[in-house]
C-alpha cells in the first residue's frame, strides 16, 4: 500500500488565487514528519514546509501552510495569492518513527498558475 | 559552493556499460540517500547510508550498487545499464542529531541509456 498519496496529478490555479494540493498519508506510527516540496523546471528539490506529527499547531512559511487534519491522516499544502513562479510540481513526502528512516515520498501534483 | 553536489549532471550512456555517478556533501551530514525520478511515480529510493560503515537497500535496489567512501562521499554504480534505467537521479542528505530536520538535494543526474 502506498504510504503517500497525492491524488491530482494536475492542477491549474489563477495568479493571486489560494490552491490546496492534497496529500494523504498512512502510517501506524505514533511519530512522524511530512514535508513538502517543490520542483520547478529546473529540477531541484525544494524543501518548502515540515509538519510534526505532535505539532499542535498547522505549520505556516510565508505563503505556505499545511492543513494539517490527523485524524483524517492528510497534510494539504496550501499556497496564498499564487505566483506564476509557483508553477511546479510539488511532492508530499513523509518520516516515520524516531527519525531512522528516509524520507517516502507522493508521486506528486503539478501545479500550473494562470496568468 | 553548493552543499551537495552530483557529477556527472548529465550523461548520456549505451545498453550494458558500466556508470558511477558521484555525490560530496560539505554539510558535514552522517546520513546520504540515493533517489531517482521518474515521470509520474515521484521519487523512489534506491539506497542509504547513515555512516560510512552502514548501507542498506532502498525500494528499488535491484540494478545497482553504492560506496560511502567518506562521510562526505557516496557513491551510485550501474553495473550495466539498461534503457529502464533512464532517470533522474538525486542524492540527498541528513542529519542524526534532528529527525525534524528536511533531507537536503542535490541538484541531480540526468541519465539516458541508449
Known amino acids: 500500500a502506498q504510504k503517500i498519496t497525492q491524488t491530482q496529478p494536475g492542477m491549474f490555479v489563477q495568479e493571486k488565487e489560494a490552491v490546496t494540493l492534497d496529500c494523504t498519508y498512512d502510517?501506524?506510527?505514533?511519530?512522524?514528519?511530512l514535508f513538502w516540496y517543490k520542483q520547478p523546471s529546473s529540477g531541484e528539490m525544494i524543501f518548502l514546509i515540515y509538519q510534526g506529527s505532535y505539532d499542535q499547531q498547522n505549520a505556516t512559511e510565508g505563503r505556505y501552510s499545511l492543513n494539517f487534519q490527523k485524524a483524517r491522516k492528510s497534510a494539504n499544502l496550501v499556497i496564498s495569492a499564487s505566483q506564476l513562479g509557483d508553477s511546479a510540481m510539488y511532492f508530499c513526502a513523509m518520516r516515520e518513527g524516531d527519525g531512522n528512516t528516509p524520507l517516502v515520498f507522493g508521486k506528486g501534483t503539478r501545479l500550473s498558475v494562470i496568468a | 559552493d553548493a552543499d551537495v553536489t552530483q557529477t556527472p549532471r548529465n550523461r548520456i550512456t549505451k545498453t550494458g556499460k558500466r556508470i558511477m555517478l558521484e555525490c560530496s556533501q560539505t554539510k558535514g551530514h552522517d546520513r546520504m540517500y540515493w533517489y531517482r525520478q521518474d515521470p509520474g511515480l515521484g521519487l523512489r529510493l534506491i539506497y542509504y547510508?547513515?555512516?560510512?560503515?552502514?548501507?542498506n537497500k532502498g525500494e528499488i535496489s535491484d540494478g545497482y550498487s553504492v560506496s560511502r567512501q567518506a562521510q562526505a562521499k557516496f557513491s551510485l554504480s550501474l553495473e550495466s545499464a539498461i534503457p529502464n534505467q533512464t532517470a533522474l537521479y538525486f542524492c540527498?542528505?541528513?542529519?542524526?542529531?534532528?529527525?525534524?530536520?528536511?533531507?537536503?538535494f542535490g541538484p541531480g543526474t540526468r541519465l539516458t541509456v541508449l
Open positions: 502510517t501506524s506510527d505514533p511519530s512522524y514528519g
Open positions: 540527498a542528505t541528513s542529519d542524526t542529531s534532528n529527525w525534524r530536520d528536511t533531507q537536503y
Open positions: 547510508s547513515f555512516d560510512v560503515k552502514d548501507i
